[in-house]
């Protein structure tokens, strides 16, 4: 039975329904001897339903201080649930009903993996309201096809080091019964993440193995995805120049397309899929060049770009797609909470300054202010634009310049958590709801983990802040996020929230509108190709399909939108 569909009634209500019929019953009530069997039974059982209750009470409280209530059981689907039981109001009255957390994500995760190992993996379902939007079946099923294929062939396995040894041999090679995507660290975190899960769709509509360079900190920010194996690039892999690989690079396919240098079956192509890259390497997104693709064993891949939209645009892909994805805008929020779980040490400064400043809140506010320019902030029109828009749109309350209220002790309090790499913006919205009330009374914290001034990609300790304030955004239960900004894509995409969106600020000057709502929570493909593959001619790609438009952040973008 669905979760979305499990209805569970506690003992103490079935005991209440045998109690009723009993009493409704003829040989009910002239069965003194039935009657007396009956309330022994109920007086035994309700015993055991208070030794239950106790132990759910213990273990809600152990799990929101962070802990883990495992679920042996599961379900008929093979979901395993997680309980939580909120402890007693201080006027003494019962909070709310028992609330059920699925750890496995409606399906995405398995049961098996070593719990100390990664605890994001299991209690970030502790942390997060549940999705709305659940993942296919058949999507389920490619991933497990997908987890055993990456068993057999990933790092460490026969399989795998027979490739390798094809591939040092440099000699033209046929297809084998495993064959690799290698994924290249580069750009930023947010870039990363995105092309992550960009490269892990197309593994799997290729079916192929997919290894990722734990360079620029990678392997130190997450924990691995697939059971009893590595998704992590072994160090002694063969090509040691992969890094250097550029839009320039003689072994790139568009450079060997310019120049008619393909062999029938090299060993390995690289694939520059970033946002400088050229007519002939867009042209991997054309049918005909999928199908000679399928023929290389190794292909090697460095993006930026979160290019999802764009394979909706491959006619062999489409079927395949819309089978594993039929809500069209969901593509990111299932495959970003199925790979990316933070490491232990991420996930420790996730929970701490979570528990320490947000979860006592009625309501999270996430807001993620990045500007593009190159001198520091803050900057007044972007102050202004983040005020208009959250006031506008009734996410902030105005407050009271004129008399000096004292809200109730018992007042609905808001946590805003302000992600920049500027602390200006924190400190002025601190600062305002401080020394004034606010006129609805609400009470209104501000809260920014870390002020780092300027993004500095290749540093460890910079990407494990910046991965868990991504992470901490994502948890909010509304969200206001910076046009163009990859770090705002991710949160907004692991949260399954439709953020309102901070339009770009033309000339140093607020737009008006200062922001609008996203049509999807999927990120945008800010440099898709403009090429009709068939006709061979330029074409508008974002009017090609219903559910591939342009952003609203970016004219020129593509992001995937549900039509139903």
Request: with cysteine; net charge neutral; aromatic share 10%.
């Amino acid at each position: 039975m669905d979760l979305k569909e499990r209805i569970r009634r506690s003992p103490s209500q079935r005991e209440e329904e045998v109690l009723v019929a009993a009493a409704a019953s003829p040989r009910g009530r002239k069965g003194g001897a039935a009657m007396l069997l009956l309330r022994w039974s109920v007086s035994a059982g309700a015993l055991l339903v208070f030794g239950v209750l106790l132990l759910l009470l213990a273990g809600g409280s152990a799990a929101r201080r962070g802990q883990f209530i495992h679920a042996d059981s599961s379900d008929g689907a093979g979901r395993h649930d997680l309980r939580l039981v909120r402890p007693r109001e201080e006027d003494g009255t019962s909070g709310s009903p028992e609330v059920v957390k699925d750890k496995l994500l409606g399906g995405l995760l398995v049961p098996g993996f070593d719990e100390q190992a990664c605890l994001s993996r299991y209690q970030s379902a502790l942390y997060r309201q549940p999705s709305p939007h659940f993942p296919s079946t058949y999507l389920l099923e490619r991933l497990r096809e997908h987890e055993a294929l990456q068993k057999k062939c990933g790092p460490h396995t026969e399989f795998y080091r027979k490739a390798v040894e094809q591939l040092k041999s440099g000699q033209d090679i046929k297809v084998m019964d495993c064959n690799y995507l290698v994924w290249i660290a580069y750009s930023g975190l947010g870039n990363r993440i995105l092309t992550i899960a960009s490269a892990f769709l197309y593994a799997i509509l290729t079916n192929r193995v997919l290894l990722v360079d734990g360079d620029k900190g990678t392997v130190d920010l997450f924990c691995e995805p697939f059971p009893e194996t590595s998704w992590f690039l072994p160090s002694d892999f063969p090509t040691k120049h992969l890094k250097n690989f550029s839009a320039g690079s003689p072994e790139s396919y568009g450079n060997m397309l310019k120049s008619k240098a393909l062999q029938s079956s090299p060993a390995f192509l690289y694939l520059h899929l970033a946002h400088d890259y050229s007519a002939f390497d867009k042209l991997f997104f054309c049918e005909d060049n999928q199908q000679y693709l399928q023929t290389i064993p190794w292909l090697i891949l460095k993006s930026d770009n979160y290019f999802v939209p764009s394979l909706f645009l491959i006619p062999a892909y489409q079927e395949e797609l819309m089978k594993l994805f039929p809500q069209r805008d969901t593509v990111f929020h299932h495959l970003g909470r199925y790979l990316f779980h933070p490491s232990n040490v991420v996930w420790g400064m996730v929970t701490r300054y979570y528990d320490s400043y947000l979860a006592t809140a009625d309501e999270k506010l996430g807001i993620q202010i990045r500007v593009f320019d190159t001198e520091t902030g803050p900057f007044q029109h972007v102050l202004d634009q983040v005020l208009a828009c959250t006031l506008k749109e009734h996410l902030l309350p105005e407050v009271n310049t004129q008399e000096p209220v004292v809200p109730s002790r018992k007042a609905r309090s808001k946590a805003v958590l302000v992600t920049s790499l500027n602390s200006g913006y924190y400190e002025k919205f601190r600062n305002m709801y401080w020394e004034h009330p606010t006129t609805n009374g609400e009470t209104i914290s501000f809260h920014q983990p870390s002020h780092e001034e300027h993004q500095n990609s290749d540093k460890k300790m910079h990407n494990m802040k910046a991965w868990a304030e991504i992470y901490l955004l994502s948890l909010s239960d509304v969200m206001v996020t910076s046009a163009w900004s990859t770090f705002g894509y991710v949160a907004q995409g692991l949260s399954g929230l439709k953020p309102w969106l901070l339009l770009k600020p033309e000339n140093r000057t607020a737009p008006d509108p200062p922001c609008r709502q996203v049509l999807s929570m999927e990120p945008c493909f800010h440099a898709p190709p403009f090429y009709d593959c068939k006709a061979k001619r330029g074409v508008d790609t974002g009017k090609l399909v219903p559910h591939v438009r342009h952003c609203e952040d970016m004219s020129w973008g593509l992001k995937l939108v549900d039509q139903s």
